[in-house]
């Protein structure tokens, strides 16, 4: 069975930090490109950070670039997303998935073969 255990969520002020893990099994991680999505309310799901599968090829959001660091640990078939600087607009709920496409750019638009259940991000002072 696939699973995919996103955590790491909560509440955070303007400027803080968070870290996402997503823990997967039941497939093989390592042939799969890694990302995280977000969708906030009335908002449609967005592409934020997907990273390949061996090469270290990364896609990122413009409006992440540069506070948001994806990650991938093969030999724990985990991911993370590291997110510094966060904003407001950084509120919603982030998915991580993993797509059999090696593409992280493709993947960003395309979404996941497989996805996690999701974990609310809130920022707000």
């Known amino acids: 069975e696939v699973q995919l255990q996103a955590s790491g969520g909560g509440l955070v002020q303007p400027g803080g930090s968070l870290r996402l893990s997503c823990a997967t099994a039941?497939?093989?991680?390592?042939?799969?490109?890694i990302g995280w999505f977000r969708q906030a309310p009335g908002k449609e799901r967005e592409g934020v950070a997907c990273?390949?599968?061996?090469?270290?090829?990364?896609f990122y959001t413009d409006s992440v670039k540069g506070r948001f660091t994806v990650s991938r640990d093969n030999r724990n078939n985990t991911m993370y997303l590291r997110m510094n600087s966060l904003k407001p607009e950084d509120t919603a709920v982030y998915y991580c998935?993993?797509?059999?496409?090696?593409?992280?750019?493709?993947?960003?638009?395309?979404?996941?073969?497989?996805w996690g259940q999701g974990t609310q991000v809130t920022v707000s002072s």
């Open positions: 998935a993993a797509n059999r496409d090696g593409s992280p750019q493709g993947m960003a638009v395309m979404g996941g073969d497989y």
């Open positions: 039941g497939f093989t991680f390592d042939d799969y490109a």
């Open positions: 990273l390949s599968r061996s090469d270290g090829r990364r």
